[in-house]
C-alpha cells in the first residue's frame, strides 16, 4: 500500500500540510508506505490542450503526456494507491497550482467516448480531500463553499473506483473531506492588518479545535489503506 498527498498550499508548516501530514501518518500506522509532495516546489503548468490523451490509439495510459517538474508526481501517483490532495481557499476556491495539478491529473482519464468509462488506470485510486480556509464554518453554506468541496470531491472520483458523478452532485461513496474552517493564518497577528479577523477566535480554534481536525486527518489517513 502507498499512499501519497499533494501539498497545494505555498506553505510547507502550516494547516494544510499539517493535516495532510497527519493523513500520511495514520496511512503509515496502518502498514503504507507515504510520500508527501509539495506543489509550489515544482515547475508546471496546467493542461496544455495537446489532446495527446485524447487520440485514437493514444498509449498515455492515464498519464499526462506533459514533461515537466509535474510528470514524475503523477507517474508517482499512478503507480499508487490513494491520494491524499490538500488546498488552501483563495477566493472561493482551492489554490492555482491544485487546480493545475487536477487538470494534469483528471484530464488524461477522462474518455471523450462514454464518459462514464472505466479511467485507463491500471487500478482504482482511493482519494480524499482536505481543505483549509479562513471563513467560519456557519458561513460555508452562504457562500458555497460547501457545495464546492462536494464538486471538487466528485471530481476525484474520476480516477477511484465505483460509478462517476459528472459536475457538482452530491453522491455516497465518494472521496472522503476534511474542511478546516476559520484556521490561524498568522504566529504573529500583530504585524498585519487584521481587524475584522479577530485573533483571540482564531487562537481559540488553533488550541481547541485544530488538534481534534489533526486527529481527524490520521483516522481518515487509516481509512484510505483499507480495502475498498
Known amino acids: 500500500m502507498r499512499v501519497v498527498a499533494i501539498n497545494g498550499s505555498p506553505r510547507k508548516d502550516w494547516n494544510t500540510a499539517t493535516l495532510l501530514q497527519h493523513a500520511l501518518d495514520g496511512a503509515a500506522s496502518a502498514g503504507a508506505e507515504t510520500r508527501m509532495v509539495h506543489l509550489y516546489d515544482l515547475a508546471f503548468a496546467g493542461c496544455h490542450s ?51 495539478f487536477l487538470e494534469r491529473l483528471l484530464f488524461p482519464n477522462i474518455s471523450y467516448d462514454d464518459h462514464e468509462a472505466p479511467a485507463p488506470l491500471p487500478h482504482p485510486l482511493r482519494a480524499a480531500w482536505v481543505f483549509t480556509m479562513n471563513c467560519p464554518e456557519e458561513f460555508g453554506d452562504r457562500i458555497g463553499y460547501v457545495a464546492m468541496f462536494r464538486g ?65 486527518a490520521f483516522e481518515m489517513g487509516a481509512r484510505l489503506t483499507t480495502p475498498v
Not at 73 to 95: H, K, N, R, W
Request: aromatic residues 8%.
Open 152 to 216: 471538487l470531491a466528485n471530481l476525484l472520483r474520476i480516477i477511484g473506483p465505483g460509478p462517476r458523478v459528472m459536475g457538482n452532485v452530491e453522491a455516497p461513496g465518494g472521496p472522503e473531506i476534511l474542511a478546516a474552517w476559520d484556521t490561524y493564518q498568522f504566529s504573529d497577528y500583530s504585524k498585519y492588518e487584521t481587524a475584522w479577523l479577530p485573533e483571540e477566535q482564531k487562537r481559540k480554534h488553533r488550541e481547541e479545535l485544530f488538534p481534534q481536525e489533526c486527529r481527524e
Open 50 to 100: 495537446c489532446f495527446a490523451c485524447k487520440r485514437k490509439g493514444n498509449t498515455c495510459g492515464g498519464l499526462c503526456a506533459i514533461k515537466d517538474d509535474l510528470r514524475p508526481v503523477l507517474e508517482d501517483i499512478i503507480a499508487s494507491d490513494a491520494v491524499v490532495v490538500g488546498s488552501p481557499i483563495y477566493f472561493s476556491d482551492v489554490s492555482g497550482e491544485t487546480r493545475s
